[in-house]
């Protein structure tokens, strides 16, 4: 089954306390990337990948660490967390179309973090 | 830059109402248009989409038809039911430099009662 999965789902930390979100998909999609929801902000690109190796910010970056090592995973670091960042997570992936037309976003979950 | 403004929420509807919810865009170049829905708990799911315009994408009894004329992408339904209660976005995609780049709106929750 085609899918992105996350892990872990829900996370209670405290401030400081590195941390590790991670993000894995079976489609062997080119494009990643990582996203946040609050209310009323809804949205928001924290950073993405366009293939291995190549890593870029989104609109949200400060905080947070993502690498590309394999084309499937697209792990989210947080190295000091802070309650600012306690938020619900979701990693998403799709095809990089060249034509950048078309190309639907599968996501995740969620990871729900609470950092106290 | 590009960006999407969906109308606000809570939109709240009794069953078997009409449902619009309102999509404008800017884009610097020819976007890709997208709507997403979001059950609780869950994450983000494609509903429909429309590359081009006047295109009409539908799924589940929902439209949205790309409106180029007045960068709208209204999302509607004739008939809706308590399960269609969730939030819905707004979103965009276009190319750039061979690559896409995708833009959301900030999300609309509909809650339809019995």
């Known amino acids: 089954e085609a899918q992105v999965t996350q892990n872990p789902r829900y996370l209670i930390t405290v401030t400081g306390k590195k941390l590790t979100v991670t993000c894995s998909q079976n489609m062997n999609h080119e494009y990643m990337s990582w996203y946040r929801q609050d209310p009323g902000l809804g949205l928001r690109q924290i950073y993405y990948s366009m293939n291995v190796e190549v890593t870029d910010k989104g609109d949200v970056p400060e905080g947070y660490k993502v690498s590309r090592k394999e084309k499937r995973n697209f792990p989210l670091i947080l190295e000091s967390p802070s309650p600012n960042q306690t938020s619900l997570y979701f990693c998403?992936?799709?095809?990089?179309?060249?034509?950048?037309?078309?190309?639907?976003?599968?996501f995740g979950p969620g990871t729900r973090l609470l950092v106290l | 830059g590009n960006s999407v403004t969906q109308m606000e929420g809570p939109v709240t509807l009794s069953e078997e109402a009409f449902l619009t919810i309102n999509c404008t865009y800017t884009?610097?170049?020819?976007?890709?248009l997208f709507w997403y829905v979001q059950y609780p708990g869950e994450g983000l799911q494609l509903l429909l989409k429309?590359?081009?315009?006047?295109d009409k994408g539908s799924n589940k009894g929902f439209e949205a038809t790309y409106r180029k004329e007045t960068t709208s992408f209204h999302l509607e339904k004739g008939s809706v039911q308590v399960s269609d209660s969730a939030v819905y976005f707004c979103?965009?995609?276009?190319?750039?430099?061979?690559?896409?780049?995708?833009?959301f709106g900030r999300g609309t929750s509909l809650i339809v009662h019995p």
């Open positions: 429309a590359t081009k315009a006047d």
């Open positions: 884009a610097t170049g020819y976007p890709s």
């Open positions: 998403a992936s799709s095809s990089q179309g060249y034509s950048g037309r078309g190309e639907t976003q599968y």
């Open positions: 979103a965009l995609s276009v190319g750039a430099g061979g690559s896409y780049i995708p833009t």
